[in-house]
């Protein structure tokens, strides 16, 4: 049974940055694509970023272009996002997902099919 686990999260201010972890253990991380996710209190959960089963292929929320960064070290078995210039409105837990078909990047939570449990990022204004 794959097991991902999130951490990195926090209280942090706007304008500052930072790195959330994925540790996939129970599989092959390159197996897989990977997914972040958030959900806000009230809202749908919503895609962040995915990255495929190399790291060369990326994709983001238009939310989030140009201030996050997908990452992968598969030898490590972990994944990262990392997030700057963080807003108020990047309020959420986070969520890192697998998608068995590793070749291409789904925004659809339907798509993945093992999840972490979260970590929550609250950033002040």
């Known amino acids: 049974q794959v097991h991902l686990a999130e951490s990195g999260g926090g209280l942090v201010q706007a304008g500052g940055s930072v790195r959330l972890s994925c540790v996939v253990s129970?599989?092959?991380?390159?197996?897989?694509?990977l997914g972040w996710f958030r959900q806000a209190p009230g809202a749908e959960r919503e895609f962040v970023a995915g990255?495929?089963?190399?790291?060369?292929?990326?994709e983001y929320a238009d939310s989030v272009k140009g201030r996050f960064t997908i990452s992968r070290d598969n030898g490590k078995n972990t994944a990262y996002l990392q997030k700057n210039s963080l807003d108020p409105e990047d309020t959420a837990v986070y969520l890192c997902?697998?998608?068995?078909?590793?070749?291409?990047?789904?925004?659809?939570?339907?798509?993945?099919?093992?999840w972490g449990q979260g970590t929550q990022v609250t950033v002040s204004s």
């Open positions: 129970g599989g092959t991380l390159s197996s897989y694509a």
């Open positions: 997902a697998a998608n068995r078909h590793p070749y291409g990047i789904s925004r659809a939570c339907t798509e993945y099919d093992f």
């Open positions: 990255i495929g089963w190399s790291g060369t292929m990326k």
